[in-house]
């Protein structure tokens, strides 16, 4: 298939255009800045803008689109820019996509829709975290990413012919972040593992890019299996942690004492159980894998 991958040159757009290329299709990068890797045709393109949206979409015809283009990281930019730019994103790339017969769309969420790190306080419902928990976004970024969602489910509910999912991707690590290079945050993985405050806010959750750009492909090539419309975590199979959460959870947010008792060994506190029950996907990747258990 054609693939066309918005967003190309970022931590995460650069694994997902390497795991689809390395399956054979052909993919097509596009993003504001270079960095894509070359087994795509790179394209600069403000998907902000309608016409550039439908423009992109009509000269290049794709069998799927990736949506990963947005601000992103929270207080990256200014709240207003931030939701300004990855809801029109969302909502052009969508529009556009269905508009010329796309036949499958994935766009890219956050497990930040949940909530946690809020500043008033934040207890999960349940643990460990699947998708049908509440979402209590309570920054301008999560809810952007809220909308994103709430736009590509709207699209699935529209009858068209294109096939819609979501993914949320864990705290996406990329392949050069195992050997000490910052990650999004600013940390680098070894701080995250020695100050368990640092990752302790988002529960420890992580992904290794590689990991969740074969989700990403196993959606392009599979998504007709599922219906329109589905979100998935995408997340390692344990956690960004030397001890269990059981025991480390309550310690950085007390929050979830009640809760992280059923978290046993190195059971993480995301799950990704629906995309391996729907789609026979399970993160192969970990930090011990790629690090060693240190």
């Known amino acids: 298939m054609r693939v066309l991958v918005t967003g190309s040159a970022g931590r995460f757009g650069r694994s997902v255009v390497t795991a689809l290329a390395d399956a054979g299709h052909e993919v097509v990068g596009i993003d504001t800045v270079a960095g894509t890797p070359p087994q795509a045709l790179w394209l600069p393109a403000d998907l902000t803008d309608p016409g550039e949206a439908f ?8 069998d799927a689109v990736v949506h990963l283009a947005a601000v992103a990281t929270p207080f990256s930019r200014t709240d207003g820019l931030t939701f300004r730019v990855n809801t029109q ?3 052009n790339v969508c529009d556009a996509a269905t508009a010329l017969g796309v036949g499958r769309v994935v766009v890219a969420s956050s497990p930040t829709v949940i909530g946690y790190g809020a500043p008033g306080g934040w207890t999960p419902s349940y643990l460990p975290i699947d998708e049908d928990h509440p979402t209590r976004p309570w920054n301008a970024y999560a809810v952007s990413k809220l909308v994103a969602e ?9 009858g068209t012919g294109t096939h819609f999912a979501a993914v949320r991707p864990c705290f996406v690590v990329a392949p050069e972040e195992w050997e000490g290079a910052p990650t999004q945050s600013g940390h680098t993985i070894r701080e995250r593992l020695d100050r368990p405050g640092v990752a302790g806010v988002s529960l420890f959750n992580y992904v290794d890019a590689r ?5 990403v492909l196993t959606l392009v090539d599979r998504m007709h299996e599922v219906p329109s419309g589905e979100v998935f ?3 390692a199979s344990d956690a960004l942690a030397r001890e269990p959460l059981a025991d480390l959870l309550p310690q950085v947010m007390p929050s979830t004492a009640g809760h992280a008792a059923v978290l046993t ?3 993480p506190a995301f799950s990704a159980a629906k995309a391996g029950r ?3 996907w399970q993160a192969k990747r970990s930090w011990r894998t790629e690090m060693g258990d240190i």
């Open 89 to 91: 994103l969302a909502f």
């Open 265 to 267: 060994g190195t059971s």
């Open 278 to 280: 729907l789609l026979g």
């Open 55 to 62: 423009g992109v979409m009509s000269r290049f015809r794709p």
């Open 150 to 158: 709430q736009v590509m489910a709207s699209f699935a509910r529209s």
């Open 233 to 235: 975590f995408a997340g």
């Open 211 to 215: 990991d969740a750009a074969d989700l």
